[in-house]
């Protein structure tokens, strides 16, 4: 082998180690998207698991998912994340079907507490 090809091959395994950089920050990303989206579920009373499944019901076993149920906290010793905020972190991923799961949720969770007001008066 020349002195080239050692040089190519350090390039080109300089480009495949900034690739699975780029891979996995983008994973880690994702993970922290997970991790706003389970605790904002926590947060409003609602099952992840349940509105997942509900926009992706062909992915029923989603470790990252489950990954993420296990590092929610309480919803007392989390802090608040706005609905503005989760549509924002779900729209930067691309998750459309799971912004429309989760919309479906408030606006059925509103529509029960106004049915509840309403009996109340």
Request: glycine letters at 4%; charged letters at 35%; aromatic letters at 8%.
């Amino acid at each position: 082998m020349s002195d080239f090809d050692d040089m190519e091959m350090t390039h080109a395994e300089m480009i495949k180690k900034r690739e699975e950089q780029i891979v996995e920050s983008y994973r880690q990303d994702e993970d922290m998207m997970i991790l706003v989206f389970t605790q904002w579920c926590v947060n409003r009373g609602l099952d992840a698991r349940e509105l997942y499944y509900s926009a992706y019901p062909d992915q029923l076993d989603n470790p990252r998912l489950e990954q993420g149920i296990r590092l929610t906290v309480p919803k007392e010793e989390a802090g608040e994340i706005p609905d503005d905020t989760l549509f924002g972190v779900l729209s930067m991923y691309g998750n459309d079907d799971l912004a429309f799961a989760v919309s479906e949720a408030l606006d059925a969770r509103q529509k029960l507490q106004q049915r509840q007001s309403m009996d109340e008066e």
